[in-house]
């Protein structure tokens, strides 16, 4: 091979390579949850659970969850929702959203391995789980605005 095709082969692979961890960058960019509080936006990455199957599985079992992570429900339709802690070994903070992603309210410091109904008035089409305390510390209220970031299935 002469310099030059190898040059443009070089060329070739790494413009290749440029695309494609672009298009993968894009395609598995965490989904996010921005809380948009009176003291800011706080971000929240965020594992979707939209079937029924990982709703009943949700945060059973799980032993450690980030500081800025989450689960979020995602529900067809908004209706009264009711969450338990069964199974659920960390201690915490359910927030509840509406159709209209706004804050409808908090279950603050949800108690591990109980099955005491979780609930707050109104309807909700979204829940999202975070460590105890989460709430209180980034000042989220009901009635905050809220913005979902690469998150399927919530239309």
């Known amino acids: 091979m002469t310099k030059r ?3 443009k082969l070089f060329l070739a692979l790494t413009l290749l390579a440029c695309v494609a961890s672009s298009a993968c960058a894009t395609d598995t960019a965490a989904p996010r949850v921005v809380l948009r509080t009176s003291a800011g936006d706080v971000p929240v990455t965020v594992e979707v659970a939209a079937t029924p199957e990982r709703q009943s599985l949700g945060l ?3 032993k450690e969850l980030g500081a800025d992570a989450g689960m979020l429900f995602v529900f067809p339709r908004a209706q009264h929702l009711t969450f338990w ?3 659920t070994v960390l201690p915490l903070d359910m927030i509840f959203i509406g159709d209209d992603r706004r804050v409808v309210g908090i279950v603050k410091d949800a108690v591990p391995y109980t ?9 909700s089409r979204y829940v999202l789980e975070v460590n105890a305390g989460f709430s209180e510390r980034h000042g989220v209220r009901a009635g905050d605005a809220v913005t979902f970031e690469g998150v399927s299935g919530a239309s």
């Open 5 to 7: 095709r190898i040059y």
């Open 85 to 87: 802690m069964k199974n």
């Open 115 to 123: 099955t005491t109904p979780r609930e707050v008035a109104g309807d």
């Open 60 to 62: 059973m079992y799980r």
